[in-house]
């Protein structure tokens, strides 16, 4: 079955720091990739996807996504964060059927 | 608000209830997803439609869950029995697609707390 690891729980950073959160997936299949964001209060929300193409997505508020396929990994990465961007963040896979597995999540603070 | 609705967002009952959770997808949205997420943890899906179709289901859907799309449109998650371990939040998501994945669209959830 395939599993989804987010190795970064919780993660502290000041406003304009560069954030990296990590993604592993266990399939060695073909994948289609996801981050969702959950704002506090509110609903999960896609941040970017990767089906196939270019592994460089990009997704909305500046977030991009590296797929690599020979690492298993689908890391999340912005330049700068905003205070705005205190979130709990979801690494999610699609690799058969109709079904995500997500990871367990990160938990992200932006101190201003 | 054009997005997956669900109804109650908080519901608290006693251990050895019935509870039924109702899901309205987005308009026209044929694919329609649930999933559960306890404190801490991502979420895990339950079970998915196509149209009024049940056409996947996970072993964490006990004996207990019973979930219809009686029409194809709304959706109910029904829980008979409550324990304890029940106590989460009941994610709905919908999408529109044939064929391969395609996008899903979370609501708010229902929260679910046994007592």
């Known amino acids: 079955a395939q599993s989804v690891s987010q190795h970064n729980h919780h993660v502290i950073l000041s406003e304009a720091a560069s954030l990296e959160l990590g993604c592993n997936y266990s399939y060695g299949g073909t994948v289609n990739l996801f981050w969702y964001v959950q704002y506090p209060g509110q609903h999960l929300q896609l941040l970017l996807k990767y089906f196939s193409g270019d592994p460089l997505v990009k997704g909305i508020k500046g977030f991009e996504a590296e797929f690599i396929k020979s690492k298993f990994s689908f890391n999340l990465r912005k330049p700068s964060v905003q205070w705005s961007d205190t979130a709990e963040y979801f690494c999610?896979?699609?690799?058969?059927?109709?079904?995500?597995?997500f990871g367990g999540g990160t938990r992200l603070m932006v101190k201003p | 608000d054009t997005g997956v609705s669900q109804d109650p967002r908080h519901k608290i009952t006693k251990r050895g209830q019935n509870v039924t959770f109702r899901c309205d997808p987005i308009s026209e949205h044929n694919r329609l997803y649930w999933y559960r997420q306890t404190l801490g943890q991502g979420p895990e899906f339950l079970t998915y439609f196509q149209n009024e179709a049940q056409l996947e289901k996970s072993r964490l859907l006990s004996d207990r869950f019973s979930a219809e799309r009686p029409k194809g449109s709304f959706s109910t998650l029904e829980i008979q029995r409550t324990e304890q371990g029940d106590s989460a939040m009941y994610l709905c998501a919908s999408s529109l697609g044939q064929g391969a994945y395609t996008e899903a669209f979370f609501g708010q959830g229902t929260r679910l707390t046994v007592v």
């Open positions: 999610a896979v699609n690799e058969a059927g109709n079904m995500l597995t």
